[in-house]
Nanobody
Framework: QVQLVESGGGLVQAGGSLRLSCVLV?????????MGWYRQAPGKQRELVAS???????NYADSVKGRFTISRDNAKNTVYLQMNSLQPEDTAVYYC??????????????????WGQGTQVTVSS
């Protein structure tokens, strides 16, 4: 059974930073070509924030380019999301996602193979 466990969320003031971590507790991260982070704010659809392939290709949502950085450490079965210059509109539950197929599949939440339980990020103004 694949299990993704996120951590690192919390409350931060606007302009602050947080680093999210997602650990693949069981299984091997090499099984998943694409790893990523989604977020969902109250009343809104789940949206892709950033994704990374096993070969290092990276995509970011336009709203986070230049502020967020995704990385993966295959030796630690872990994906990170470094979030800088946080703004109140970044407030959401952030979900880790894993996809065995191509990186492009990560654009569609319906094709994601596995999800983490989510971690709350709240940015105060």
């Amino acid at each position: 059974q694949v299990q993704l466990v996120e951590s690192g969320g919390g409350l931060v003031q606007a302009g602050g930073s947080l680093r999210l971590s997602c650990v693949l507790v069981s299984g091997n991260i090499f099984r998943f070509n694409a790893m990523g982070w989604y977020r969902q704010a109250p009343g809104k659809q789940r949206e892709l924030v950033a994704s990374i392939s096993s070969g290092g290709r990276i995509n970011y949502a336009d709203s986070v380019k230049g502020r967020f950085t995704i990385s993966r450490d295959n030796a630690k079965n872990t994906v990170y999301l470094q979030m800088n210059s946080l703004q109140p509109e970044d407030t959401a539950v952030y979900y880790c996602a894993a996809e065995a197929g191509p990186l492009e599949n990560m654009r569609y939440p319906g094709t994601v193979d596995y999800w983490g339980q989510g971690t709350q990020v709240t940015v105060s103004s």
